[in-house]
């Protein structure tokens, strides 16, 4: 099982970013593919997932601004992230997890996101 992710940057506040995660190994659908997102002195927390068939959850944080897709056969799955604010300034995780509420199962490197002026 392998996540790789690319994308994360720095942004000013109201910007837009891109994350991807190129997602292998997965032999069955009961895995989602998503994002969990640590900011420094916070705890982790599930920011959005997809499932294989393309159902999509979101934290209450990010409904609105950020949007997640995946391609048809779970190898890629992209979060698009609209009107950043700077407490969206976190390390982002690319995870295989059951859901939102659960922790993730599978993680892959983290890439910063830094949304500052």
């Known amino acids: 099982v392998q996540l790789q992710a690319c994308g994360g940057g720095l942004v000013q506040p109201g910007g837009s970013l891109r994350l991807a995660c190129a997602a292998s190994?997965?032999?069955?659908?009961?895995?989602?593919i998503g994002w969990f997102r640590q900011a420094p002195g916070k705890e982790r927390e599930g920011v959005s997932c997809?499932?294989?068939?393309?159902?999509?959850y979101y934290a209450e944080s990010v409904k609105g601004r950020f949007t997640i897709s995946i391609n048809g056969a779970k190898s890629t799955v992209t979060l698009q992230m609209n009107s950043l604010k700077p407490e969206d300034s976190a390390v982002y995780y690319c995870?295989?997890?059951?859901?939102?509420?659960?922790?993730?199962?599978?993680w892959g490197q983290g890439t910063l996101v830094t949304v500052s002026s």
């Open positions: 190994g997965f032999t069955s659908s009961y895995h989602d």
């Open positions: 995870v295989a997890v059951r859901g939102l509420g659960y922790a993730p199962d599978y």
């Open positions: 997809v499932s294989k068939d393309g159902r999509t």
